[in-house]
């Protein structure tokens, strides 16, 4: 069975990426939670990641004797393990689509993450808003997402057909637009409401709230948990 190494759910998009695709396909695994305290090199989360992986971060996927610590990695390697789930899309233009936009998440958006870190239980929308005005590459990191998401095949469908890789790999930046309350067409605000009602998001979203942690390298606008918490 694959074991699968996360962060905490409040805050970790890469750890949400695979863990989302196994939930979604009803991949079988085991999660094991290494929670964050800091990133300094004696710290535990460190400690305990560096004894899987020398990178030092997660998610890291175990299987059998195999270890791999790259969230795209890992889902390509769940796509060639189980073909059967289509975790790739079958047809070959939608194949190729989905590796791009995937690897494009994976590499870009850097203003995206730098300014708007991934908070599954805040209410940031007043931060969201002041972002927005104050930053032209915030905007531009949107406008793109936007088109990305607007380009999918047909309104009631995820962004290559069935769902895929490339869903799972847009999950934590809805999380982030709703989080922030980012401005975006009303076609992507149908795709980033059929991705927060999957059944794997909402159970992600939950687990993310009853961890009731504040881990104050990960908070750059809160002072504390309580402050901006959602309803």
Known sequence: MYQLFIGN???????????????QLGIPF??????????????????EILKLNSTGKVPTLMHDDLIIWDSLAICEYIAEQNPEKNVLPQDRKQRARARCISAEMHS???????????????????????????????RNDVARIDQIWSERPSEEQFLCD???????????????????????????????????????VQEWIAEAKQEQMFVPFDEPYRNHREEYLRD
């Open 9 to 23: 759910k409040n805050y970790s998009t890469w750890s949400m990426r695979p863990w989302i695709l196994l939930k």
């Open 162 to 200: 069935e769902f895929s890789l490339a869903d799972a790999f847009y999950a934590p930046v809805a999380m982030r637009f709703q989080c922030y309350k980012l401005p975006i067409s009303a076609s992507s605000q149908s795709y980033m409401h059929k991705i927060l009602s999957l059944a794997s």
């Open 30 to 47: 085991q999660e094991h939670l290494i929670q964050f305290d800091s990133f300094e090199p004696n710290s535990q989360f460190k400690t």
């Open 108 to 138: 870009s958006f850097q203003s995206l993450r730098n300014l708007c870190p991934m908070n599954v239980e805040a209410d940031l929308s007043h931060i969201g808003k002041q972002l927005w005005a104050d930053h032209e590459q915030l």
